[in-house]
């Protein structure tokens, strides 16, 4: 196994001077910096949606990003495909554009030369009877690579579609040896997942099944795992005698972003509840694992989602956003929840009685992506006439977007001859310690994916279970509320947590915008 590296192995230069890839460093310093990162063999990767929105916003900028850090293999070819007409120019040309709109290093120079040769598009369907030209090509790849270089299959396309290319591939024979990553959702309730694993699992053993989730590639996530694990001062405290209630909290202020084709059909609750705001739960609420590798840590999730108590219909709140279905592409009928609200309980040892909150949804007021643990007031007698600040007090906020950190509220003596209480804070902010962070969620993720690295990948059955834990609220889905855009959704949502309040609602937090 290849153990989880915390410190600099993932950092171009030295945190400790801040090097960043925006940076112009020489090619040389580049090269020496990067020595001890394990470089992936030759392959070939398939991007299936290739001139798609993740393609585009993503995909793209994330392997770019890799070839400028010498982390792509020595040599490589980028297959891209998708039904429609697209030729090599107009992907070469779509490529182009989405880095340098979208990435972090502008494509030019000899990094851009050497990426842009080796892509390649091939248009047309691609199904068990009808393969060609793509398996084609990709087989011609391949031999350019020696006759042995990897597969990379990456599924960059709608939940709908995993079937039609997972027969694909299996019948084409590209199945053997190669590697399958799959977008999130994986499957939509649980019979979906069921179907779709059993026909993955008839072509693709576990090993090669790569279901990303890029929340786990931040670097602010897996830091929960290292604040917990590394330190000794907090893992004591972190359990129900001590914590009143958890908050995982992903409000976004944009709309659909022309995907109402993809939202339509999956909604608020499959495509960021049952995904991202459970695998990071299942990072808060784990027991040690023995090791920081792909088998411990899977079955610590899976224990996780195994004490969670399925969820009641009155446990969710769902809300829309006023005006979605007059948005193009959206059913005028639609009853697609654009934000989801839940209450969960783990009925384990470690956290019986703790609520933990999850919020996100489109158009709301402010865009953060938080984790908010909320102590236990401790004995009052000695300052009862500073109830009004109560509130302010005792929480660990862990900020997981851009501007990622780390910060503790508490309550501290103001300066004067009185003794009155105001909110304080201490803080950690990755950029202020360590310099610019310079691959992000996917740049990781994909790195992994092409060394066989799956620590951060989910497995089947932790996936599964979090299908069944929302069966339930998919079966007898609550009533949807409307909520005006740039608001904080509908207020049911403050309802379910009451009597207390979501953290970053409030202005008194200053929670800076995590973007």
Same mark, same amino acid.
């Given at each position: 196994?290849?153990?989880?590296?915390?410190?600099?192995?993932?950092?171009?230069?030295?945190?400790?001077?801040?090097?960043?890839?925006?940076?112009?460093?020489?090619?040389?310093?580049?090269?020496?910096?990067?020595?001890?990162?394990?470089?992936?063999? !030759?392959?070939?990767?398939?991007?299936?949606?290739?001139?798609?929105?993740?393609?585009?916003?993503?995909?793209? /900028?994330?392997?770019?990003?890799?070839?400028?850090?010498?982390?792509? !293999?020595?040599?490589?070819?980028?297959?891209?495909?998708?039904?429609?007409?697209?030729?090599?120019?107009?992907?070469?040309?779509?490529?182009?554009?989405?880095?340098?709109?979208?990435?972090?290093?502008?494509?030019?120079?000899?990094?851009?030369?050497?990426?842009?040769?080796?892509?390649?598009?091939?248009?047309? $369907?691609?199904?068990?009877?009808? *393969?060609? %030209?793509?398996?084609?090509?990709?087989?011609?790849? *391949?031999?350019?690579?020696?006759?042995?270089?990897?597969?990379?299959?990456?599924?960059?396309?709608? /939940?709908?579609?995993?079937?039609?290319?997972?027969?694909?591939?299996?019948?084409?024979?590209?199945?053997?040896?190669?590697?399958?990553?799959?977008?999130?959702?994986?499957?939509?309730?649980?019979?979906?997942?069921?179907?779709?694993?059993?026909?993955?699992?008839?072509?693709?053993?576990?090993?090669?099944?790569?279901?990303?989730?890029?929340?786990?590639?931040?670097?602010?996530? *897996?830091?929960?795992?290292?604040?917990?694990?590394?330190?000794?001062?907090?893992?004591?405290?972190?359990?129900?005698?001590?914590?009143?209630?958890?908050?995982?909290?992903?409000?976004?202020?944009?709309?659909?972003?022309?995907?109402?084709?993809?939202?339509?059909?999956?909604?608020?609750?499959?495509?960021?509840?049952?995904?991202?705001?459970?695998?990071?739960?299942?990072?808060?609420?784990?027991? !040690?694992?023995?090791?920081?590798?792909?088998?411990?840590?899977?079955?610590?999730?899976?224990?996780?989602?195994?004490?969670?108590?399925?969820?009641?219909?009155?446990?969710?709140?769902?809300?829309?956003?006023?005006?979605?279905?007059?948005?193009?592409?959206?059913?005028?009928?639609?009853?697609?929840?654009?934000?989801?609200?839940?209450?969960?309980?783990?009925?384990?040892?470690?956290? $019986?009685?703790?609520?933990?909150?999850?919020?996100?949804?489109?158009?709301?007021?402010?865009?953060? *992506?938080?984790?908010?643990?909320?102590?236990?007031? %401790?004995?009052?007698?000695?300052?009862?006439?500073?109830?009004?600040?109560?509130?302010?007090?005792?929480?660990?906020?862990?900020?997981?977007?851009?501007?990622?950190?780390?910060?503790?509220?508490?309550?501290?003596?103001?300066?004067?001859?009185?003794?009155?209480?105001?909110?304080?804070?201490?803080?950690?902010?990755?950029?202020?310690?360590?310099?610019?962070?310079?691959?992000?969620?996917?740049?990781?993720?994909?790195?992994?994916?092409?060394?066989?690295?799956?620590?951060?990948?989910?497995?089947?059955?932790?996936?599964?279970?979090?299908?069944?834990?929302?069966?339930?609220?998919?079966?007898? /889905?609550?009533?949807?509320?409307?909520?005006?855009?740039?608001?904080?959704? %509908?207020?049911?949502?403050?309802?379910?947590?009451? %009597?207390?309040?979501?953290?970053?609602?409030?202005?008194?937090?200053?929670?800076?915008?995590?973007?």
């Amino acid at each position: 196994m290849i153990s989880r590296p915390w410190n600099t192995a993932r950092v171009i230069g030295t945190r400790r001077s801040a090097v960043s890839v925006k940076r112009a460093l020489s090619v040389e310093n580049r090269r020496l910096s990067l020595q001890h990162v394990r470089r992936p063999d !030759p392959q070939v990767i398939v991007i299936f949606g290739g001139n798609g929105d993740l393609a585009k916003r993503k995909l793209l /900028p994330a392997l770019f990003h890799l070839e400028v850090a010498y982390l792509l !293999p020595d040599d490589y070819r980028i297959i891209g495909n998708s039904r429609g007409d697209f030729t090599n120019e107009e992907f070469d040309r779509f490529a182009r554009e989405a880095i340098a709109k979208l990435g972090r290093c502008q494509p030019e120079g000899e990094h851009w030369d050497r990426f842009a040769e080796r892509l390649t598009y091939v248009s047309g $369907s691609f199904t068990a009877d009808d *393969q060609e %030209p793509l398996a084609s090509a990709i087989r011609a790849a *391949q031999k350019e690579l020696g006759g042995d270089a990897q597969l990379l299959a990456y599924l960059a396309v709608p /939940p709908k579609a995993f079937s039609v290319l997972t027969r694909a591939l299996g019948e084409a024979e590209l199945n053997i040896g190669s590697r399958i990553v799959f977008e999130k959702p994986f499957g939509t309730d649980v019979e979906s997942f069921g179907k779709l694993g059993a026909l993955v699992h008839r072509y693709f053993d576990e090993e090669q099944v790569f279901r990303i989730d890029h929340f786990l590639g931040k670097e602010a996530v *897996q830091n929960i795992l290292a604040l917990r694990f590394a330190n000794g001062m907090f893992e004591p405290v972190w359990n129900r005698q001590f914590i009143d209630h958890v908050e995982i909290d992903v409000p976004e202020t944009l709309g659909l972003e022309k995907r109402a084709g993809f939202y339509e059909g999956v909604g608020a609750l499959r495509d960021m509840l049952v995904t991202h705001l459970f695998q990071v739960m299942s990072f808060v609420a784990m027991e !040690p694992p023995y090791a920081l590798e792909p088998k411990p840590l899977a079955d610590e999730t899976a224990k996780v989602f195994e004490s969670i108590r399925p969820l009641k219909p009155e446990d969710v709140v769902r809300g829309q956003f006023e005006g979605y279905r007059q948005e193009e592409g959206v059913d005028p009928n639609s009853d697609t929840e654009t934000f989801v609200a839940a209450r969960m309980f783990i009925d384990n040892w470690r956290w $019986s009685g703790v609520p933990f909150f999850m919020r996100t949804g489109k158009r709301l007021k402010e865009k953060h *992506q938080t984790v908010t643990l909320a102590f236990k007031e %401790p004995p009052r007698q000695m300052f009862r006439e500073h109830e009004s600040v109560w509130f302010e007090r005792d929480h660990l906020t862990f900020q997981l977007g851009e501007e990622a950190g780390v910060s503790l509220a508490f309550l501290a003596k103001k300066p004067g001859p009185e003794i009155e209480l105001g909110p304080a804070r201490m803080s950690f902010e990755y950029d202020a310690a360590y310099g610019s962070e310079v691959m992000g969620a996917y740049e990781y993720l994909l790195h992994d994916a092409l060394l066989g690295e799956r620590t951060l990948f989910t497995r089947g059955d932790g996936v599964e279970r979090t299908w069944e834990l929302v069966q339930e609220v998919l079966e007898k /889905p609550p009533s949807i509320h409307v909520y005006p855009p740039g608001s904080w959704g %509908p207020k049911e949502a403050e309802d379910l947590i009451a %009597p207390r309040r979501w953290h970053v609602a409030r202005e008194e937090n200053h929670l800076r915008n995590s973007g």
